[in-house]
């Protein structure tokens, strides 16, 4: 990026204002004042962070700007995440027609009707986490007992993996999704997840199951790299983000007495409170990365050729041009503009999985808890600021 400003932009990330809810003030006065702006990052490279709704869209569904990670100038928010960057296959970051041929192989599987068939199931295995929590007796941390079981076990009856096994792929998750984490670090967790599924996939082969990794070898189009760079995809992002926001969601109800009371005199009011959550939350807050493969104008600001851009979902989320009183949790809210699941071609493709999940998990944890509470003051809850999904990282609660 060309600096034609004597003074270097502003460092990211910013820091954080009083509420942990939201996206640092210095994000909400950008997109009010200079809505694409240059950013520092980490090792002194810098990008432009757009910030308003309508330009987040615009990028984000615009083919010139790339979200493979190996063009030159694609902005890495951390060391790690660019130790990735030549090493991985997974559609997340390859652009059309490969993104294409890779994601379409498993739109069926993702596809609305196919996760609310879901929903006895996974009403089932909430039920059992709830019970388990509460035979255990107060206080209890919902994440690790409640809000991180249940996505993981979802996943792994999806694709075929043993849920046995999710200490090894949970603290490998978290390595990956550490923004402190080494190259090194993340290199050698990438390693370790692509060799378990790789055999996982080579045991498939041999004994198929009904599951999405069994599928994906029996096809025989994809490489083993390709189906290990897949299933990594999915078992990452299909317990880490669903989780994170259970438990978020969870405490913001609990930090907003009218709002869940209005839930719970109303329980056909959880969709658009799980909509409205997923706005006010927008958990991943680090922004999409993309690079610009042609000058574009966005904003009223020409970005070049090879620069990068971070698309900041949780402050578009937050624009009062599109949401009236974006601060506020309303859960009555028309939100379903929100771009918390991203926008255009790589739009998250868990997202009915993800609401089904969300949907069943927060309603049936207020209706079976009707008392639950906060076990330890709300000024003592860590925050997940040093992860690339934020949330928190315990929530001790009673009932
Ligand atoms: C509340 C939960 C979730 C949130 C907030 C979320 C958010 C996102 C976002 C923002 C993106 C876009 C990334 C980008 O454009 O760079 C994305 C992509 C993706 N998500 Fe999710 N996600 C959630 C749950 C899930 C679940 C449950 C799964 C899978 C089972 C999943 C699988 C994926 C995949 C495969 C992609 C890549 C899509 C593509 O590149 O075409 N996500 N997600």
Redesign the pocket.
């Known amino acids: 990026m060309t600096t034609a400003h004597p003074i270097a932009p502003p460092n990211f990330p910013a820091p954080r204002g009083a509420c942990p809810f939201a996206p640092p003030p210095a994000y909400e006065q950008a997109r009010r004042e200079q809505p694409v702006s240059r950013v520092t990052l980490w090792d002194g490279s810098q990008c432009w962070l757009v910030t308003r709704h309508a330009d987040v869209r615009s990028v ?1 569904r615009d083919q010139r700007f790339s ?1 493979d990670a190996r063009h030159p100038g694609f902005p890495f928010v951390t060391d790690g995440r660019r130790a990735l960057a030549n090493e991985s296959t997974s ?2 970051r390859l652009d059309d027609p490969e ?1 294409a041929r890779l ?1 379409r192989m ?1 739109t069926a599987d ?1 596809m609305i009707k196919k996760t609310e068939a879901l929903r006895p199931r996974i009403q089932r295995i909430v039920d059992d986490f709830l019970d388990r929590m509460v035979a255990h007796g107060a206080p209890a941390d919902l994440v690790s007992e409640f809000a991180l079981p249940i ?1 993981s076990l979802v ?1 792994c009856l ?1 694709l075929g993996v043993d849920y046995g096994d999710h200490r090894y792929f949970q603290e490998r998750s978290r390595v990956l999704l550490h923004n402190h984490s080494t190259a090194d670090e993340v290199r050698q967790a990438r390693e370790e997840l692509t060799e378990y599924l790789g055999r996982l996939a080579e045991a498939k082969r041999r004994e198929p199951d009904d599951g999405i990794i069994s599928r994906l070898v029996a096809r025989g189009e994809l490489t083993d790299e390709e189906v290990a760079a897949t299933c990594l ?2 078992l990452v ?2 317990h880490e ?2 989780a994170n ?1 259970t438990s978020l969601s969870t405490l913001a109800l609990l930090r907003d007495p009218a709002q869940l009371a209005r839930l719970r005199a109303e329980p056909a009011l959880i969709k658009p409170a799980v909509e409205e959550m ?1 706005r006010f939350l927008s ?2 807050h680090s922004g ?2 993309r690079v610009a493969t042609e000058d574009v104008q966005v904003g009223g600001e020409t970005i070049r050729a090879g620069e990068g851009v971070l698309c900041m ?1 949780s402050v578009a989320n937050r624009d009062e041009e599109v949401f009236e009183g974006a601060d506020r949790l309303d859960i009555g809210r028309e939100s379903r503009r929100h771009v ?3 926008f ?8 009915p ?2 609401r089904v ?2 949907q069943i998990a927060v309603e049936t944890l207020f209706r079976r808890l009707p008392r639950l509470r906060l076990a330890i003051p709300y000024e003592d809850i860590r925050f997940r600021t040093e992860m690339a999904i934020y949330g928190v990282h315990e929530l001790p609660v009673t009932w």
């Open positions: 984000l979200a559609f997340i993104h994601r498993l993702f996505p996943i999806l995809l999915l992002a299909g983000t669903t926001m997923l958990i991943v999409l990365p979902i918390a699941f991203g255009g071609v790589h739009q998250c493709l868990g997202q999985l993800a999940e969300l």
